[in-house]
Every structure is written in C-alpha cells, then in structure tokens.
C-alpha cells in the first residue's frame, strides 16, 4: 500500500507523523487490494481545530473520511475506525456479488446442460 501524508501550510513533528503512518498501516489488513491511501491535514485557524481527510483507493473505487478534533492523534484513531467500517462493508458486498455471480454462471450452465 502506498501512503501520502500531506500537510497544508504547517509542520507535523516526527512523532506525529510515526502515530499516523502506524495507525493507518493497519488499515491494509481489512482489504487485501488496498492500492494507496492519502491522508491530507489541515489546521482551521478560526476554530483552532485539526481537520484530517483520509482517501483510500481501491480497486474501482475511491473511500473517503473525515474527522476533525483536538490533536490529530485523536483524529485518526476515529478515522481508522471509520475507513475499517467502510473497507470491511466494502468487502462483504464483494463477496455477496462474486457469490451471486459465480451462482448465476453455474444456474446458466445447469440450464444449457438441459436444453
């Protein structure tokens, strides 16, 4: 999996950066064609809040999340579970639709096998 972190006219310390990284890691063993996953960071000076995007790109699809709090380290512990949530639906209609087609296929050829 690919991993962009981007910042938005500020600086993240290391540490911060390590969190991030690590925890968004993770998210590559809830989907197994996880291609890249982009994380964009934002500060709101009006609000002095931390805004964090997650984009997750997978096969034909694009997954997106967004969170904002106190410190990013809080940030993306809800995001995590947030993009987890949506890789694991994201999954499970897979599997119902492969199920589904590999299903049609074989009532197709039961039926021809017949005529």
């Given at each position: 999996m690919n991993l962009n972190i981007n910042t938005s006219g500020h600086t993240i310390s290391s540490e911060t950066h390590d969190y991030i990284k690590s925890k968004i890691s993770k998210l590559g063993t809830?989907?197994?064609?996880?291609?890249?996953?982009?994380?964009?960071?934002?500060?709101?000076?009006?609000?002095?809040?931390?805004?964090?995007?997650?984009s997750c790109t997978i096969p034909n699809k694009v997954l997106h999340?967004?969170?904002?709090?106190?410190s990013f380290e809080q940030c993306v512990d809800l995001l995590v579970d947030q993009m987890a949530q949506q890789l694991k639906k994201n999954n499970a209609l897979n599997r119902n639709f492969e199920r589904n087609s590999i299903d049609d296929i074989i009532n197709d050829q039961v039926e021809n096998d017949e005529l």
């Open positions: 809830f989907h197994s064609k996880l291609i890249k996953t982009e994380v964009f960071l934002k500060k709101e000076n009006k609000l002095e809040e931390n805004v964090m995007e997650i999340a967004s969170q904002s709090g106190n």
